[in-house]
């Protein structure tokens, strides 16, 4: 039993979603909305599908050899996996941030205008506004302003996450989607991508993989526990984590397994 | 058989100490020999003025710019078609029948030994073609004799930059193309670059590809269409006419010195590389 949330101000919705690596069925029947401006986690233990499920969300499992998508990924009442639209476009509304922080081996500057250049942006001046945007909008803009030529891999890991959050903001996307984006982080980092997380969801709307369920309470509105390709629930963050309505959610959440 | 495992051990490192020896002691012999004929000949007139006599007196000029021309010329067509076919390979398809025969011809295209190349140039270039012997016919076939090495070392360049760099490429809403050039082949750049250098090395030291195609005219080239003799050839001829043996020292020390430098230069580049990525 799968319940569903009533919310009308869905941004994206997943319909009757089955995914396959090669012949093996990943993802089973995934049902799920995700709401305008609001943060919505997925949690579940290791090898249960929530990474494959995010990255679904933006195609990026398209480039992997021998996948397949069955079922309907709405975003703004139009399904992204129709062969009519055109996926490049789709990335570019749907930004992601990775696991493992990932900058180009570039200048802290370039790094964010790689995004805006290959959008077509060639205006000097815009591309320097919106750089220093980003990097406002990702509360990185104090700790690098002065060093914007320096080479990226001389941040440090939160900062270089939060420069990959920058450059994923510059190109002004409605969703961001975040691949566990504190597994590698210290605690201070943490709280501040935490923190930031938060303000981006007023003007944004977020879907997070997290492996750490504090994480998932302490930043969510809505929560979807994974397990072995299911959704197994999905409520409202509060509801998952006081009150949930399956066996296998309190289990996990109550530390019996996983 | 048993022996005695600590013996085992010393003479399998005396052993292999001497295989490396023996080695290093050929090269150097080799290195040092040439060098000791060679560069008591070797001066600024010897390198600035142009051979006299067939070579017996004057200098090397007119072969070093005639080895410069067409290892240049060479170098500017192979490198767009290997880089081509190394991104092709490794970004556009994927491991299928195809590919793996591609590969191969082009592994056994290294395998092929430069006279044949020279043959097949004289046939192709020279007569059918009706080029004569020039620049460009020696170019074209030095061109293909290293299109191998270029391909094989730009794919093993492409193929070591890191996976997520594409992603998060892909992932800002750039197309293939737009990933390959502005993320993907400046990352590769060093790599690809070490894989030129050699090529220009063994396009320098080449003689058995060029003699037949780009035939060994003393006289300094003027087109893309003048036949023209490269060093390696010049010392060949003179070597084997019995010319002057000093001078033909002369040019093969010009011509180690030259390949060492460019041996130098890619290892270092070929370092950074890897101290980039690891």
């Known amino acids: 039993m799968v319940s569903s949330i009533g919310g009308a101000n869905l941004r994206m919705e997943v319909k009757n979603l089955n995914f396959y690596y090669g012949r093996s069925l990943a993802l089973k029947n995934i049902n799920m909305g995700i709401e305008n401006n609001k943060v919505t986690a997925v949690i579940g233990p290791s090898g249960c599908g929530k990474s494959t499920f995010i990255r679904i969300l933006n195609r990026m499992n398209d480039i992997i050899i021998g996948t ?39 200048s802290i500057f370039d790094n ?108 969510s509105d809505y929560t979807g526990f994974f397990l072995l390709g299911e959704l197994i629930e999905f409520d409202k963050t509060e509801k998952i984590f006081t009150n949930p309505s399956q066996k296998q959610t309190e289990d996990y959440i109550t530390g019996r397994f996983g | 058989m048993h022996i005695n495992p600590r013996l085992e051990e010393a003479v399998v490192k005396v052993l292999l100490w001497l295989f490396t020896l023996i080695t290093v002691f050929v090269l150097f012999f080799i290195i040092f020999y040439i060098l000791k004929h060679g560069l008591p000949v070797v001066n600024y007139q010897f390198l600035t003025t142009d051979p006299m006599d067939m070579g017996k007196s004057g200098g090397i000029y007119t072969t070093i710019i005639g080895t410069i021309a067409l290892t240049l010329v060479a170098i500017l067509i192979a490198t767009p078609l290997g880089i081509g076919t190394a991104i092709y390979l490794t970004e556009y398809t994927r491991e299928n029948k195809i590919t793996k025969i591609i590969r191969f011809g082009s592994e056994c295209l290294a395998g092929i030994p430069s006279i044949i190349f020279g043959l097949f140039g004289f046939i192709l270039f020279v007569t059918k073609l009706k080029m004569g012997w020039s620049i460009l016919s020696g170019s074209l076939t030095l061109a293909f004799m290293i299109l191998p090495t270029i391909i094989r070392t730009s794919e093993e360049a492409i193929k070591s930059v890191p996976y997520n760099f594409r992603e998060v490429s892909y992932s800002l809403g750039s197309t293939q193309w737009q990933t390959v050039i502005k993320v993907v082949l400046p990352s590769a750049l060093p790599g690809i670059l070490t894989g030129v250098i050699l090529s220009v090395g063994r396009s320098i030291g080449e003689t058995a ?31 084997r006419e019995g010319i002057s043996m000093p001078n033909a020292y002369g040019t093969a020390a010009v011509l180690i010195i030259t390949i060492l430098i460019i041996n130098i230069v890619a290892y270092r580049l070929m370092h950074k590389f890897i101290k980039k990525y690891s």
């Open chain 1, 68 to 106: 397949r998508v069955e079922g309907e990924i709405l975003l703004d009442e139009q399904n992204i996996y129709d062969p009519r639209v055109d996926v490049v476009e789709i990335r570019r509304k749907i930004g992601m941030v990775f696991q493992k922080s990932n900058p180009f081996p570039k």
């Open chain 1, 112 to 219: 964010i205008a790689y995004g805006l250049r290959i959008n077509g942006i060639s205006n000097k001046t815009e591309i320097i506004d919106r750089v220093e945007m980003s990097l406002k909008n990702s509360a990185l803009w104090d700790e690098v302003k002065d060093r914007l030529d320096d080479n990226a891999f001389e941040l440090s890991g939160g900062q270089q996450q939060r420069l990959c959050i920058a450059r994923a903001l510059a190109i002004e996307p409605e969703v961001i989607l975040f691949d566990e984006p504190c597994s590698a982080l210290d605690p201070i980092s943490t709280a501040k991508i935490e923190e930031l997380i938060n303000q981006l969801k007023e003007k944004y709307t977020i879907a997070i993989v997290t492996h750490n369920m504090q994480q998932a309470a302490r930043i």
């Open chain 2, 209 to 239: 590809a060029v003699i037949f195609t780009a035939g060994s005219a003393l006289r300094l080239p003027t087109s893309l269409f003048s036949s023209s003799r490269t060093m390696a050839v010049h010392f060949y001829i003179m070597a």
